[in-house]
């Protein structure tokens, strides 16, 4: 081999050299998956534009249209769950949203939230935080998600039917969604594989004060609020224990170890037409974002060593 040779062969090596390293400078490991809560409130202002959504109403027809369509943007598969519901205004067709992220595990984890609104005759009602924030953080959270490793497989469950027909909350007229999603579980045979439910309800108040729910499962309460504390968001997760119905309720009444994530202290607004965008916030939505997703390395790791 000549010098000439050697050093044409020399100076490729060095050329090679400097792509490859310039290629891997270019595709930096991708980072951890954060959750963005102005990215929540953005479809909270979506969610809002359509009006009152009642169960059977246009505009949540609408409302489940804009869920299907941002989930499959983010590859996530949808599947429609729909039931009718004898209540006391009539027979009502209602629609669970279901999405699902495959995990390491097919035993799942269900996420859930109502994106209902409560029936009101007397006045506009938009639920910008009952149930807008739940329907947003869904939605986010399931961008979050797609793009992290997860131990188990995920459901996100967009319950409809949570609000009373009538009154602020009367047995049995509430929580259609979640108990046709336990019953159907049932009878299927997939009640087996659900593991853990974490419920989010009315989270996006500005002054977001969320009690420790007094019938949810006691270790679920301590990884989320144990994540709260290292965060130092212990202001917003507080140690004072209240009980409260929601939709965790029909998941703990079969076994499953559940959570519910409220803010029901939401006066002089809950339940009245000043339900408006201008009362929730996008810090709000990111404390219970960054809570929750500190949170999940530890109830994977719980529920694995439950098995």
Known sequence: MTRRTSGALAAIALVMGAAMLTTAQASPTPPAPAFDGARAYAHVREVVAFGPRPPGSAALGATRDYIRKQLAALGVEVVEQPFEADTPVGRLKMVNVIARIPGASP????????????????????????????????????????????????????????????????????????????????????????????????????????????????????????????????????????????????????????????????????HTPNDTLDKVSARSLQIVGDVLLAALPEIEKRLSARQ
């Open 107 to 270: 035993q799942r984890i269900v996420f859930g939230g109502h994106y209902d609104t409560k029936i009101f005759r007397e006045f506009r009602f938009v639920g910008a935080n009952d149930a807008g924030s739940s329907t947003a953080f869904l939605l986010e959270w399931a961008r979050v998600l797609k793009a992290r490793k997860n131990a188990y497989t995920t459901e996100l469950v967009f319950f409809d039917g949570e609000e009373s027909t009538l009154t602020d909350w009367a047995d049995p007229d509430n929580r259609y969604g979640s108990r046709h999603y336990v019953r159907e579980a049932k009878r299927t045979g997939t009640l087996a594989g659900l593991k853990a439910m974490i419920l989010v309800d009315m989270i996006g108040d500005r002054d977001l004060r969320i009690k420790r729910e007094a019938a949810s499962t006691r270790w679920l309460k301590d990884a989320i609020w144990g994540a709260a504390k290292r965060l130092n968001h212990g202001g917003v997760f507080t140690d004072e224990e209240t009980p409260i119905e929601d939709d965790h309720v029909p998941f703990l009444d079969v076994g499953v170890p559940a959570v519910d994530l409220i803010d029901l202290d939401y006066y002089p607004y809950w």
